[in-house]
T-cell receptor, first 117, second 120 residues
Framework: AQKVTQAQTEISVVEKEDVTLDCVYETRDTTYYLFWYKQPPSGELVFLIRRNSFDEQNEISGRYSWNFQKSTSSFNFTITASQVVDSAVYFCALSEANPSEDYKLSFGAGTTVTVRA | DGGITQSPKYLFRKEGQNVTLSCEQNLNHDAMYWYRQDPGQGLRLIYYSQIVNDFQKGDIAEGYSVSREKKESFPLTVTSAQKNPTAFYLC???????????????????FGPGTRLTVT
């Protein structure tokens, strides 16, 4: 069963627009971790943020912000005032912190963001 | 600089040949992972290793083999048994889970630049 769903396949915006990426996850564990990664055209995945299931405080880091809502099993990511350099594929991932899963990451299919000048 | 290196960046092989992809890290991480990425898709776990001399199959291990003789190195061999080997391969490493005492913590994985393998 799909544990992480990123329903948006592609998003295209003009520079300076805000972009929100949706991520919905599924787990029966009470302890779990959520992650966002960015994959620019070069291919290397860049770690952006890690969140545990007990910390629902939303976070802002520069132009990036994250909205974690356990009630809807969502961990959405917003880029404010997008720039061309934000063009990349963004992945949401889940780690169910239990030994039977070996704390592996389950990735969503990714959302391709294209920012046009 | 600490990081993960994968070589080569591009690799071409003829069908029926085994090929080994290199992954080295100097982050002092115990855990290492291999993923496969196909165009337009997410990452699928091939093999992972939480400690030296031990490794586990991931979701798509068939046709692949690994070894973990040193903490720094986790090479992946794509064998001729792998039916569809052309893909982008990513190696990652992380602090192993549960490092903070009994806390069930899971840590972020750091990725290498990837190897794009083409088999014809």
């Amino acid at each position: 069963a799909q544990k992480v769903t990123q329903a948006q396949t592609e998003i295209s915006v003009v520079e300076k627009e805000d972009v929100t990426l949706d991520c919905v996850y599924e787990t029966r564990d009470t302890t779990y971790y959520l992650f966002w990664y960015k994959q620019p055209p070069s291919g290397e995945l860049v770690f952006l943020i890690r969140r545990n299931s007990f910390d629902e405080q939303n976070e802002i880091s520069g132009r990036y912000s994250w909205n974690f809502q356990k009630s809807t099993s969502s961990f959405n990511f917003t880029i404010t005032a997008s720039q061309v350099v934000d063009s990349a594929v963004y992945f949401c991932a889940l780690s169910e912190a239990n030994p039977s899963e070996d704390y592996k990451l389950s990735f969503g299919a990714g959302t391709t963001v294209t920012v046009r000048a | 600089d600490g990081g993960i290196t994968q070589s080569p960046k591009y690799l071409f092989r003829k069908e029926g040949q085994n090929v080994t992809l290199s992954c080295e890290q100097n982050l002092n991480h115990d855990a290492m992972y291999w993923y496969r990425q196909d165009p337009g898709q997410g990452l699928r776990l091939i093999y992972y290793s939480q400690i030296v001399n031990d490794f586990q199959k991931g979701d798509i291990a068939e046709g692949y083999s690994v070894s973990r003789e040193k903490k720094e190195s986790f090479p992946l061999t794509v064998t001729s048994a792998q039916k569809n080997p052309t893909a982008f391969y990513l190696c990652a490493s992380s602090i192993p889970y549960g490092l903070a005492g009994d806390a069930r913590e899971s840590y972020e994985q750091y990725f290498g630049p990837g190897t794009r393998l083409t088999v014809t």
